[in-house]
Each structure stands twice: as C-alpha cells, then as structure tokens.
C-alpha cells in the first residue's frame, strides 16, 4: 500500500471518528484512577502525605509509616509523571509490606491447618494474585497487600491447598471451603471485583488479625 494512500486512509478514518474518538478517550479518563491529596490511608502499614513545594521538584520520601509526597509548585498532582512516581514509590513499598507479612502469614495459616510449603517469594504479576508449584514453591504478587485483610488470607489458603491438589477440582474446593469456614463461594466472588494496582481497596478500619504472628 503506498505510503500517501495509507496516511490519506488513516485521516479519512479519524474525520469520520472524531465523535467516537473523543468518547473512548473520555472514558479511558474517566477509568484512570489517580492518587490524590485527600488519600490518607494508601497501605495497609503506610499513610501518604501529599502536598505542593515551594520550588520545581519533586521530592517522595518514606519514613516511619510515612509516604511523604512534595509536588513541584508548578505541576498538577495528576500529571502523569508525578503519578508515575508516587505509582513506582508505592509499588516498592508494597514489596516491602509484602516480604515482612506475608511469609508470617503463611507460617501461621499453613500451621494451624495442617499444610506444609517450600518457599515463599514476592513478584510484580498482574495477572495472578499468587501461585504454587508442584515442589511447594508459592508466589504472590506485592499487589495483595492492597487487599483487605481477609481477602490475604482466602488468597493465601487457595495457594496452600495447592501443596494438596495441584489442580481445582472438587477435592480442592470442598478442602478450601473448610480452611474459609464455608465462605469460599462468597470470598471467590468477592475477589472476581478486585483489580491488580496500587490502590487500596480496604477501609481505613480494616486491622491485621490479632492471631497474625507478626502482632
């Protein structure tokens, strides 16, 4: 295809579009969550403090609990570079909060029902919240920890009764059932609305179980 036919198609096709064009491109916005200077509560172990500098840099610090966040003066909050950033800042603190908790977790739960695993590693997946090979090796993503609390937990069951049945087959259920209190069908659904980023998606109430070995 000639190269000016093509780029005249390519016109031809957005002077026809414009209309759909700005739609989509009004609802990818409307899809974009952004953090902002009213979010408190960003991690289960962190606050965020977000505010405009007096000068043109920007400065994120992590310190006692504290994300501290100074914007330069002249830039919006929601530009896309100072969203990259606290979104980057963020994802390391949530590997943190990862590495601490979760292999506490694990220990206590695989104790107190009767299950045994290999190891315990944290990567940066988007498409599974953990996973568990044949060798008892199991991985979740950082991006658990933007779960509630009980949601960790199911997540961390599912993968521990993976040492028993490497498959999900009725076996596997009904023994992930007992382990959830007969609420897996309800925790199942519940997980199917979560996404996989860096937001929160527990209320600032929302508490480490008392029993957790890491209390």
Partial sequence: ??????????ESFV???????????HKRKAN??????????ITHF????????IDNSLRISVRNGIIKVI???????DDQRIQDEMTETLQTVLRKEAKLYLPQRVAFLAKQFGFSYATIAVSSAKTRWGCCNS?????????????PFNLIDYVILHELCHTKYMNHSKDFYALLDV??????????KEMKTKTMDVFPKFNKDDRPPLSNSSN
């Fill in 179 to 188: 382990c959830c209190g007969g609420n897996n069908e309800q925790l199942r």
């Fill in 71 to 77: 914007v330069p003066n002249n830039i919006a909050i």
């Fill in 32 to 41: 974009t969550k952004t953090i902002t200077e009213s979010q408190k509560n």
């Fill in 46 to 53: 962190h606050d965020i403090e977000i505010a405009h500098g």
């Fill in 135 to 147: 060798r008892g090796r199991i991985i979740f993503s950082l991006y658990l920890m933007t779960l």
């Fill in 1 to 10: 295809m000639p190269w000016l036919y093509a780029q005249k198609l390519a």
């Fill in 15 to 25: 002077l026809s579009n414009t209309e759909w064009i700005i739609n989509q491109q």
